[in-house]
């Protein structure tokens, strides 16, 4: 879900004119953290230790990275006003800010012997990141419609296949 959610928004600020290098960026922070998320849930920390930390790394410093750069990205992109009330910005700003000081506070607890704390705000880190995500809704309340195209990437020695286009529609209710 994390990483449809990553390849709608990369899309969305693309159309809106972000700087195609920034976003591609961020494109690949976000499905890191999405793979990050995956791994996290799927290896057990008292199981596999090391294959653990670097999904929790990806979940939570890509993801938290990934979500900097959106902000960033969402400023660059003046041309146009940006969907929703004037204060998610400054909601998204701050959650970024207190999940910054949450990741500080849990590695520093974690190499003092407070576990319990460090997991605290480990889980703390993790439902604001999820929270990041939901706030997205904000910016894709704007979407109508969304189509995928997939292209064959022959060399063009052969004629190519017309292109496959999937269409999805929203329902007006």
Known sequence: MAGTICLLRYHQLQGWGAPPGWNQVSLGA?????LGTSIVGNFQQTLQ???HLVGAFLAFAIGLSYFWLQLFLARRVNSQPLPGAPWISPLRIALCGLCSSLMVAMVVL???????AAAACEWAVAM??????????VDFAQLGSCSLRLRSASLHLTPSPPDLQLSIQTLQL
Do not use: E, N, Q, V
């Open 30 to 34: 976000g499905l890191l953290s999405a």
């Open 128 to 137: 604001i990141l999820f929270l990041l995500f939901g706030l997205f809704a």
């Open 49 to 51: 230790l090391p294959t």
């Open 110 to 116: 974690h190499f003092w012997p407070l576990r319990s």
